[in-house]
């Protein structure tokens, strides 16, 4: 009995450890090209490790304002403001949805069908539309149209919240002489702001992995890092240590703000139909 | 007094049905229109009312329509069964309360979160026929042969769907272990206790009740797979042969490659309603759930 226990625990930890390698293995491999310098990542069989880790890699895309740079402070500026026009919006929506019960049955749920929209469907009128106001390649241009797609379950988030919420907390508020707005900001959003931060972190992620409109709303001046790193394409030479590198600085952010959201991300991920 | 009362309280909403008119319903309307012309971005004459003859060519006569859609499914189907069986393999083995769980699942999720274009780059490097992991993975335990896993056409759809089960088996994995968790111990000792053994519990209660959790991460994955777009465009363009041009790939070509907005147009419309059928069989579940 005790033996048969002692063989399932090592099959299950053979199992996982397969798993773990199949899911690290990719990205520890981008790592280390990150690393290599021109020739070591042109050779077969490949390096694994690299001899002399070089930083060129690095400072070429930090260093050089047209290569990664630019690009990352881009990427930021469209995220951070999208996230705060998310926020402003949806907090009242998702406060009128779960207190009011305004619109709980079909309203909320032509919202979160926002989030269902395929991109491609809206892109040729976006492009159509932005191209008439003169907002391509602007911050604006990208950071509206990246609105319907957060809204949803933005809502979503923050009405499971605000009901998790006991409402005789600020019902006592009002009682005491505040209107309903005092209410909402100086007592509900200071209790909801663990999830108002979850909110404007699975905002901020969306948008910076974001990549179709990306690409084509945007030429230059506003171009995020995801549509610069489809650019690297180039059929003569493709510089992959140094792809590698923005690879590495575009994947950074987003995994730190996962892992600090990591108990919530099923809920996010399942804009709210699962809750672990 | 009573009826200024629920203005105020519709004044909460009012920023969000303004958004939503403006930036989904205006633009879903103004695509219906372009797609019931010939506009053009590469001519010069204005562009011609066609009516439905779009929709037409497209039904009728467009074989790379249908071969998109083909290849859009089968991508799909295999990658969403892949994910779902290691998916739920890795959740029940994550489950029984071995150490270390935290880390392990820290370290399994992270594929989900990068950007998916990112992913889409790291493939490639791996898939690189001279210089990629994968063949000196291969060269390794002696395997000298260089495959060209992105050019050659069977191989590249099957690469495709390997990076997309990377990408998207720890959603899989998550989904299934938040539902496990919220199955009540009591109910499996019960089975226990009557003598069910360990497959008799899985298949009759386990299952059973993961069965709207599996259902709606299996929904949220369906309608991503239909946008699939950003690891075939760095992978393989829909190449070679077009024999991973998915649906999403086809409209972009058409309309942002070739400027055929109209024709565009009326492909996505199509990509939506298809888009809309599973969305709302989505929804009708986790309502259901709520009542």
Same mark, same amino acid.
């Given at each position: 009995m005790r033996r048969a226990a002692v063989v399932?625990?090592?099959?299950?930890?053979?199992? +996982?450890?397969?798993?773990?390698?199949?899911?690290?293995?990719? &990205?520890?491999? @981008?790592?280390?090209? !990150?690393?290599? /310098? $021109?020739?070591?990542?042109?050779?077969?069989?490949?390096?694994?490790?690299?001899?002399?880790?070089?930083?060129?890699?690095?400072?070429?895309? +930090?260093?050089?304002?047209?290569?990664?740079?630019?690009?990352? &402070?881009?990427? @930021?500026?469209?995220? !951070?403001?999208? /996230? $705060?026009?998310?926020?402003?919006?949806?907090?009242?929506?998702?406060?009128?949805?779960?207190?009011?019960?305004?619109?709980?049955?079909?309203?909320?749920?032509?919202?979160?069908?926002?989030?269902?929209?395929?991109?491609?469907?809206?892109?040729?009128?976006?492009?159509?539309?932005?191209?008439?106001?003169?907002?391509?390649?602007?911050?604006?241009?990208?950071?509206?149209?990246?609105?319907?797609?957060?809204?949803?379950?933005?809502?979503?988030?923050?009405i499971g919240f605000i009901q998790d919420f006991?409402?005789?907390?600020?019902?006592?508020?009002?009682?005491?002489?505040?209107?309903?707005?005092?209410?909402?900001?100086?007592?509900?959003?200071?209790?909801?702001a663990p999830g108002l931060a979850v909110c404007a972190i699975f905002c901020f992620i969306f948008c910076w992995?974001?990549?179709?409109?990306?690409?084509?709303?945007?030429?230059?001046?506003?171009k995020t890092v995801t549509a610069q790193l489809a650019a690297f394409q180039s059929p003569t030479k493709i510089m992959w240590g140094e792809i590698s590198a923005l690879v590495v600085l575009a994947i950074i952010p987003v995994f730190v703000l996962a892992l600090s959201v990591q108990r919530y991300l099923v809920r996010g991920l399942a804009m709210g139909a699962v809750k672990e | 007094m009573k009826t200024k009362r629920m203005l105020s309280k519709y004044n909460y909403l009012l920023p969000v049905i303004v958004l939503l008119v403006a930036i989904t319903i205006f633009p879903l309307l103004y695509s219906l229109i372009v797609s019931l012309t010939n506009l053009r971005l590469t001519s010069m004459e204005g562009p011609k009312f066609v009516g439905l003859k779009n929709y037409y060519e497209i039904l009728f006569h467009d074989k790379r329509f249908w071969r998109s859609l083909y290849n859009?499914?089968?991508?799909?189907?295999?990658?969403?069964?892949?994910?779902?069986?290691?998916?739920?393999?890795?959740?029940?083995?994550?489950?029984?309360?071995?150490?270390?769980?935290?880390?392990?699942?820290?370290?399994?999720?992270?594929?989900?979160?990068?950007?998916?274009?990112?992913?889409?780059?790291?493939?490639?490097?791996?898939?690189?026929?001279?210089?990629?992991?994968?063949?000196?993975?291969?060269?390794a335990i002696g395997i000298k042969y260089q495959i060209t896993w992105l050019s050659t056409p069977g191989l590249a759809k099957f690469a495709v769907i390997i990076t997309d089960v990377w990408q998207w088996t720890p959603f899989m994995m998550m989904m299934i272990l938040a539902g496990l968790q919220s199955i009540p111990v009591e109910c499996i000792e019960a089975a226990e206790i009557d003598g069910a053994n360990a497959f008799q519990r899985f298949i009759y209660i386990t299952l059973p009740m993961?069965?709207?959790?599996?259902?709606?991460?299996?929904?949220?994955?369906?309608?991503?797979?239909?946008?699939?777009?950003?690891?075939?465009?760095?992978?393989?363009?829909?190449?070679?042969?077009?024999?991973?041009?998915?649906?999403?790939?086809?409209?972009?070509?058409?309309?942002?490659?070739?400027?055929?907005?109209?024709?565009?147009?009326?492909?996505?419309?199509?990509v939506l309603i298809i888009t809309v059928l599973f969305s709302t069989y989505f929804i009708k579940i986790v309502r259901g759930k709520g009542k």
């Open positions: 399932k625990d090592i099959f299950t930890y053979i199992a +996982l450890g397969l798993a773990l390698f199949f899911a690290l293995f990719p &990205i520890i491999w @981008t790592v280390s090209m !990150s690393f290599k /310098t $021109i020739a070591e990542y042109y050779t077969f069989p490949p390096v694994w490790i690299p001899r002399i880790p070089t930083l060129d890699n690095y400072k070429y895309m +930090l260093f050089t304002w047209t290569s990664g740079l630019k690009y990352l &402070i881009n990427s @930021t500026i469209v995220a !951070s403001l999208n /996230t $705060i026009l998310i926020l402003l919006i949806s907090i009242p929506a998702a406060y009128a949805i779960a207190r009011f019960r305004i619109g709980y049955k079909n309203l909320s749920f032509w919202i979160l069908s926002q989030r269902m929209l395929p991109p491609i469907a809206v892109v040729i009128p976006y492009f159509l539309l932005l191209r008439r106001l003169h907002l391509i390649d602007t911050y604006w241009g990208l950071v509206m149209v990246y609105l319907p797609f957060n809204i949803g379950f933005a809502v979503w988030l923050l006991p409402q005789d907390i600020e019902e006592a508020a009002m009682v005491d002489g505040c209107s309903r707005l005092k209410a909402i900001v100086r007592v509900v959003l200071p209790i909801i992995n974001e990549f179709m409109f990306a690409l084509i709303l945007t030429r230059e001046s506003a | 859009t499914f089968t991508i799909a189907v295999p990658a969403l069964v892949l994910e779902a069986i290691i998916g739920l393999g890795i959740a029940l083995l994550l489950n029984r309360g071995i150490r270390g769980k935290k880390i392990i699942t820290v370290l399994l999720i992270l594929p989900v979160v990068i950007p998916p274009i990112t992913t889409g780059l790291i493939w490639r490097m791996l898939y690189h026929e001279k210089y990629g992991a994968i063949n000196g993975l291969l060269y993961l069965r709207y959790t599996i259902m709606v991460a299996t929904l949220l994955r369906i309608m991503d797979l239909i946008k699939l777009f950003d690891v075939i465009f760095v992978l393989t363009m829909g190449g070679p042969g077009g024999t991973t041009e998915t649906i999403s790939i086809y409209t972009y070509l058409v309309s942002f490659r070739a400027f055929r907005m109209g024709f565009g147009s009326a492909l996505s419309y199509l």
